[in-house]
């Protein structure tokens, strides 16, 4: 696609419920990323895609937090047992490699009540 | 590890005034550095970057960084804004593998009548 595409663009969950956040990055775009922007802060890196593997999960707060990406297009960052303190847009975006600067997605916020 | 810091989190000028938007890194490795927009409600752009070569970089909207390793910072500037330039503006550092990047906590720009 002509850009990284995020969908839902708004999400609104109960404590304690199970999310998904999908991601389709720009067409060949071997590298992808996650961040998470709470309101007020800048983005923070949450995990790095190589192809199919995570090269980089270091920025995963907990381990109610995990992400894929199957056969190395579109990604899906999967948060189990939400906590009010989850809320924040989510941002994916993709790159062609080391030093191209990043194509961000437009988001999705995503609110734990 | 990098960390970046942006010093001013409001900068309001006067539409047709310069502006500069400051922004200072720390690293123990040779790093890129990039500078993102965020227009209201929509996703983050890549203003511009600085991989390597001339330590002055431009945008096709006239803004401008310099890199300055003495000082470690990179700096945002415009000498004329215009009132489409309200947004916020993030510094961005990443290694030379470019496989993550670390925001600062970001400047808002507002450009007044």
């Known amino acids: 696609g002509a850009g990284v595409s995020q969908t839902p663009s708004n999400k609104v969950t109960e404590k304690g419920k199970y999310v998904e956040l999908r991601c389709d990055p720009i067409?060949?775009?071997?590298?992808l990323y996650w961040y998470r922007q709470s309101l007020g802060q800048g983005p923070e890196f949450l995990i790095y895609?190589?192809?199919?593997?995570?090269?980089?999960d270091s920025g995963l707060p907990n381990d109610r937090f995990f992400a894929v990406r199957p056969e190395g297009s579109v990604s899906t960052l999967k948060i189990q047992r939400t906590e009010r303190g989850d809320s924040a847009v989510y941002l994916c975006?993709?790159?062609?490699?080391?030093?191209?600067?990043?194509?961000f997605g437009s988001g999705t916020r995503l609110t734990v009540v | 590890a990098q960390s970046v810091t942006q010093l001013d989190s409001q900068v309001p000028v006067f539409e047709e005034a310069p502006v500069e938007l400051r922004c200072n890194y720390s690293?123990?490795?040779?790093?890129?550095l990039f500078w993102y927009v965020q227009y209201p409600n929509q996703g983050l752009q890549l203003l511009l970057k600085?991989?390597?070569?001339?330590?002055l970089v431009e945008s096709i909207n006239g803004f401008e960084a310099e890199f300055n390793k003495s000082q470690t910072s990179f700096h945002l500037r415009k000498p004329s804004v215009h009132i489409s330039d309200t947004a916020e503006y993030f510094c961005?550092?990443?290694?030379?593998?470019?496989?993550?990047?670390?925001f600062g906590e970001g400047t808002q720009l507002t450009v007044n009548p």
């Open positions: 600085y991989l390597s070569g001339s330590t």
């Open positions: 961005a550092v990443s290694d030379t593998s470019g496989s993550r990047l670390t």
């Open positions: 895609f190589q192809g199919t593997g995570a090269a980089d």
């Open positions: 975006a993709s790159s062609h490699g080391q030093g191209y600067g990043y194509t």
């Open positions: 067409s060949g775009h071997t590298a």
């Open positions: 690293s123990s490795v040779s790093v890129y």
